[in-house]
């Protein structure tokens, strides 16, 4: 498949990306810096009513630092973010701009970069001509995602998070352990009210039941039957 790539110059070798992650190329200005911000970002500028982080590719390839000269460029790329797959637009200051080629996909030779070359994680490939390497990259792959949080302001998140995003690979969930329940209190009994001690009843003996008084009625019938047998008793005398 026929892509086409803008090809620019950074301290003396070629890089390529792909048009179609090429939003424009500027003329130099200098970038507004902004303070406690990535030790990568030389600031910003405004482009097509939009604030746009410039940042230094010859700080992010290791290369020793230059002043900007009369074919200084900047060249705004399309970035995704990985974490919320929104379009981010980033200004990388190239030496120069070459030209815009088309170049078939069967001609890209593999980068052959170790598996620790940090670069073999955005270059995608080579070509060679006229004794001249020119180097594919991967505008998705340039910036960690941690170096893009760093230039949105957003707070930095391992980078391992983005890797299994890719890849489809969803985090475990873990169970909360739920905390465990809160014992009530014992209910407190209700004190029983003390009981009252019964009153000692105490039995009459024979004695005293002798020494209680008897009522009045009783008297008066006793009295009435002991006249009558008196005078019965007279009237057997009188009658012998």
């Keep these: 498949?026929?892509?086409?790539?803008?090809?620019?110059?950074?301290?003396?070798?070629?890089?390529?990306?792909?048009?179609?992650?090429?939003?424009?190329?500027?003329?130099?200005?200098?970038?507004?810096?902004?303070?406690?911000?990535?030790?990568?970002?030389?600031?910003?500028?405004?482009?097509?009513?939009?604030?746009?982080?410039?940042?230094?590719?010859?700080?992010?390839?290791?290369?020793?630092?230059?002043?900007?000269?009369?074919?200084?460029?900047?060249?705004?790329?399309?970035?995704?973010?990985?974490?919320?797959?929104l379009i981010n637009f980033y200004g990388i200051v190239a030496d120069n701009v070459v030209e815009v080629f088309d170049l078939d996909d069967e001609n890209l030779e593999p980068y052959s970069g170790s598996k620790n070359d940090e670069a073999s994680r955005f270059v995608t490939g080579v070509t060679l001509q006229d004794n001249k390497y020119t180097f594919f990259l991967n505008v998705d792959r340039i910036f960690s995602q941690d170096e893009i949080d760093s230039f949105s302001g957003k707070p930095v998140i391992p980078e391992a998070k983005y890797a299994k995003i890719e890849t489809g690979e969803q985090k475990p969930k873990t169970k909360k352990a739920k905390a465990p329940a809160k014992s009530k209190p014992a209910a407190k009994e209700k004190a029983k009210p003390a009981e009252k001690p019964k009153s000692a009843v105490k039995k009459k003996s024979s004695a005293e039941k002798e020494k209680a008084p008897v009522k009045t009625g009783s008297l008066l019938k006793t009295a009435e039957i002991k006249r009558n047998e008196g005078g019965n008793r007279r009237k057997k005398t009188q009658a012998k």
Excluded: H, W
């Excluded at 030389?42 to 010859?58: C, F, M, T």
């Design 1 to 85: 498949m026929i892509q086409q790539y803008l090809t620019f110059i950074l301290d003396s070798t070629l890089y390529a990306v792909n048009v179609f992650q090429v939003q424009e190329v500027l003329e130099y200005e200098k970038p507004t810096p902004i303070p406690c911000t990535s030790e990568l970002m030389l600031g910003i500028i405004r482009s097509r009513e939009k604030n746009i982080a410039v940042i230094d590719l010859r700080k992010k390839f290791s290369l020793k630092p230059k002043a900007p000269g009369k074919d200084t460029r900047i060249v705004v790329l399309e970035v995704k973010d990985l974490d919320n797959g």
